[in-house]
Nanobody, 124 residues
Framework: QLVESGGGWVQAGGSLRLSCAAS????????MGWFRQAPGKEREIVAA????????SYADSVKSRFTISRDNAKNTVYLQMNTLKPEDTAVYSC???????????????????WGQGTQVTVSS
């Protein structure tokens, strides 16, 4: 089970930190990803992290503004979002899949488990 939290409303230029708490399985065996879906648009990858946290990767649209991290002792993955823009407004979801060490996954269909999502709204 994956449960996101930390979404909300923020003005452009502000910051939010999303959390995704996992339960039920050995968290450190799973690669994780953050995705988002804006109204009328397809779900898109935002960031991904390997099972051990040694490798991360980002969509071009969020590079240098967002940071994905994980704490395997707390079974939690985070998404720190800085310098938010109105176009970042979306429902953000975390996803998990069993992964090979050091590998990240970027496609929606590569993930097996999904959270319900948390709304992020950025006003101009």
């Amino acid at each position: 089970q994956l449960v996101e939290s930390g979404g909300g409303w923020v003005q452009a230029g502000g910051s939010l930190r999303l959390s995704c708490a996992a339960s039920g399985r050995t968290f450190s065996n799973y690669a994780m990803g953050w995705f988002r879906q804006a109204p009328g648009k397809e779900r898109e990858i935002v960031a991904a992290i390997s099972r051990g946290g040694t490798k991360t990767s980002y969509a071009d649209s969020v590079k240098s503004r967002f940071t994905i991290s994980r704490d395997n002792a707390k079974n939690t993955v985070y998404l720190q979002m800085n310098t938010l823009k109105p176009e970042d407004t979306a429902v953000y979801s975390c996803a998990a899949r069993s992964g090979n060490p050091g590998r990240v996954y970027f496609r929606t269909d590569e993930y097996d488990y999904w959270g319900q999502g948390t709304q992020v709204t950025v006003s101009s």
